[in-house]
């Protein structure tokens, strides 16, 4: 899949709603960055190149934390948009393939799916396909409009919307796969005229489906996926999901949460079949829970390992073998 498929990760916000000293991307959810998440999504896809796209007053910062993961850093100059910052890797990237597209504040996003917009846009050969989903709450989201016949038309920014258009709960998710002669022949004629002065990146679809069509929309039914993190609110509702998705997957495997809606887990956590975890209990880092294992209310286990049947009683356990 990797040949001729490159990836940029957009990561060039100022962050200024999340009211920190340091990048939204750098934030920690369940444990690693915001910005983890796409970036090991992106990597897992085996593209020619990851690029991450970086710029603004923490641009130091962010590239600093990935120095180490074989990405290719573009800098943008200015906060001209998500339509500048791709303009921004035009020199980097040859006259043919595909290019994914997406953002670095979105950590719940499927290695999965992207691999799925990626064989959809090979079906249909496609010149641009967008990630689409319903949210029970589009506010802030850029609304997805379609044709009568159910193809794309047009994204409308939330803050350029009317009330009516408001209505609508399809929204872009600012994942993208274009391929790149359509996409460089229009990027270039995308404007600014809009409340933020802004080069909006969904414009090029539009301009792409009107002169030369192929545009389609990939909806996923789990919108969770396309949740963007820009407050302290946002984060807590992603990590909330992300726990979500990971009690799921561990009950799938055989291990029993008495009530999953009071637990803490991190991603890098290995749980062992007919464990059974109580609420009130949080699993951090790289803890390893054994078969049979019972952890109780209140245990807090940072980096620990418990050995088979033990019943791990409330209290706080640090890299500590519990036997």
Same mark, same amino acid.
């Given at each position: ?75 943008? *100059? ?35 799916t992207l691999r799925a917009m990626l064989e ?32 794309? %038309?047009?994204?409308? *920014? ?82 909330s999901e992300m726990v979500k998705r990971l ?15 009071? !637990? ?19 699993? !951090? ?15 807090? %286990? ?17 890299? *500590?073998? %519990?036997?």
């Amino acid at each position: 899949m990797g040949k001729g498929v490159f990836v940029a990760v957009l990561a060039a916000g100022e962050s200024t709603r999340i009211k920190s000293g340091k990048s939204k991307l750098l934030h920690k959810l369940c444990g690693k960055p915001v910005l983890e998440y796409p970036v090991s999504a992106s990597l897992s896809l085996g593209a020619e190149r990851v690029f991450l796209v970086t710029g603004g007053p923490h641009r130091d910062q962010v590239e600093k934390a990935f120095a180490d993961r074989g990405l290719s850093f573009v800098h943008q *100059e200015k906060p001209l948009g998500t339509g500048h910052a791709v303009v921004c890797l035009q020199p980097h990237l040859p006259g043919e393939g595909l290019l994914l597209v997406l953002p670095g504040d979105g950590p719940l996003i499927r290695p999965e799916t992207l691999r799925a917009m990626l064989e959809f846009q090979r079906e249909r050969k496609a010149r641009a396909v967008v990630l689409t989903a319903r949210l029970p709450d589009p506010t802030g989201y850029g609304r997805v409009f379609r044709k009568q016949d159910g193809g794309f %038309l047009r994204v409308i *920014e939330h803050h350029e919307a009317t009330d009516e258009e408001r209505m609508v709960d399809e929204v872009c998710s600012g994942i993208y796969v274009f391929e790149l002669g359509s996409l460089f022949r229009w990027l270039g004629q995308v404007g600014h005229e809009n409340r933020k002065n802004e080069y909006y990146l969904p414009g090029v679809l539009e301009l792409i489906e009107k002169n030369e069509g192929g545009v389609w929309i990939h909806e996923t039914g789990d919108w969770a996926e396309i949740l963007g993190v820009n407050t302290r609110g946002d984060l807590a509702t992603a990590c909330s999901e992300m726990v979500k998705r990971l009690v799921k997957g561990w009950m799938d495997e055989g291990v029993t949460f008495v009530d999953p809606r009071g !637990i803490y887990l991190e991603p890098d956590v290995r749980i062992g079949r007919d464990a059974v975890i109580y609420p009130w209990a949080a699993l !951090i880092g790289r803890t390893v829970i054994g078969e049979r294992a019972v952890i109780m209310p209140g245990a807090v %286990l940072v980096d620990a390992e418990v050995a088979p049947g033990v019943r791990v009683r409330p209290g706080y356990y640090e890299k *500590e073998r %519990l036997s």
